[in-house]
């Protein structure tokens, strides 16, 4: 189940909310805008990402996610093309698959990163950021040599390895791994086969969802329609 | 008209100035800012002694390691709390596991706040450790906890255990039904860093390992008051003093070394009180290894190299195609973290695959 809905937020260039399983999200994107001097580089845009828990205040675990979110975010905006300036990016969960207090799960980052990834998109998309491709992240489980793309909490825990694989689509092909995390006990076969099975799903996402998402918004935003 | 003169910086200069140019000129003569090779790993030196732990009561388990000037001490210390026993019913799988609860410090010289940096590394050893499944949840569990019994004629306490003096211990009147669980607070302290970010982590999992390998627990006892004990630990269940109804029982640890036992890794065997000497601490964990993928300008083309364990100014901020894998040595990953910073040094399929061939190298060495 997923269902995306953009520019929500008045106040910020661009924002996007996100349901994608059972984690709802929320992200907005300022930017680019004058930044603090201490953020500023000289030849490229500066990112500021914050992360916010659906519950409580954020932790180190909101710190680790938002250094992947960075990792990723600054190698896919085009930097050089607003130097000097600052392009704020906030992630707010709305419903978190993660310490859920029924359950005595232990805590997984897959699903929220994974959502945040694909929730960024249409964010930046939104605010009009360059970005030098499109991209898909796909939270994955594997149990015995089986997929399973977007998995709940519990497949999470029953799970023999846990990933979370985010593909640069250019042209409507995934043509490289822009990130992966891990875990888990991970044979190499099977390691290999997750990619080559994710490159598939990824492609399928980007023109189901991505794509259309894109067109519909283009065609509704269109100043000078008819 | 006044010619303009080429500049020329020597080299440990240019390295400050601009640590790429002079990263690039390392590299195209075949060779790292640090005078490795490129899947040169920076050596390792592991104390063998156990001496913070035995000179440190609260300190159950340790250990210092050395890469080059940066130093790596790790000291595990324990908590007790409470458990619901009603939520371990379902059998998850993974839900049988548990973690340590690190807090890595750098010491730069000042205090205040921990940086960026130490809450990242203290996060990713947190969660690494829990999904590479090491720590089995009953292996922290607290069983048969013993009773301190008040002798009025010699004035003295004495713990009996329910194991180990059965007799005595049915006279006991003691109604204790609460379970209890250890857990593991590991401080990581690090001094004169020098290496990449991605190598401390490299090292403080290391380390933790090598101090879980290590780590003996003590055998708990309740007592009713606190006087006339050596370590006292207060429960957590105990914030909820001043409200009605709160036993005056104090949970202790038994300092009494002889009782002491190890901490029973997952797919690590335990013989008696040590490890089996064929069995290293790193099988069941696996070892941490860290690469940079960067493409270097050579005759028309560019060429993309692997350099393992990044180290120095000019790696750590060049190089942003990163990697960094566990892996043990029966071919089992347990994390991969993979990041293509840079469009110019895309980390391919096959470079992925050379890489973790040389951890799985790596892992066997160890």
Known sequence: MTSVNTS???????SAELLLGSTKVIASVTGPIEPKARQELPNQASLEILIRPAVGLATTREKLLEDKLRSLLQSIIVRFKYPRQLIQVVVQFLISDSKRTETDLVDYTSNDLNAAINCCYYALIDAGIALKASFVSLSIAVKNGNLTVNPTVYELAQSDSHHVICFNIEKGKANKILLLESQGDIKEDELFAMISKAVEEAEKVHHEQQRKFVKEKVENDYVWKQ | MAELKQVSFPPDVLARIAPDISLHRHLSVGLRPNLRNFTEFKPVDIASNNEITDSNANVFG????????????????LGVVEVNRSANAAT???????????????????????????????????ESILHSRLIPKTALSIKNYGSAVYDAATGKYTIYYPDLNPDEFELINFNHSKSYSFVLLSHIKIFSKQVSTSSLFDLCHMSTIQALSRLALPRVYISDTSSGTKVSIRSRSSNTRGLVGVSKSNINLDSNKDLYYPLSLNGATVDGDAMVDSEGPFDASGVSSNFGIISIPEEEDRKTVLLADLEGEAEESSILSRLSIIATKDNVIKKISLVNGDSDS??????LKQAIEISKIRAQQM
Not at chain 2, 63 to 74: A, F, L, Y
Request: charged share 20%; hydrophobic share 35%; glycine share 6%.
């Open chain 1, 8 to 14: 929500l937020l008045q106040k910020s260039d661009g």
């Open chain 2, 62 to 77: 340790s250990s210092v390691i050395k890469s080059g000037s940066t130093t790596v001490i790790n000291t595990i210390t």
């Open chain 2, 92 to 126: 998850h799988s993974n839900n049988d596991f548990t973690t340590v609860y690190p807090v890595v410090e750098i010491a730069r010289g000042r205090s205040g706040a921990p940086t960026d940096e130490e809450m990242i590394l203290s996060q990713t050893l947190h």
């Open chain 2, 346 to 351: 895309e980390i391919t399929l096959d470079l």
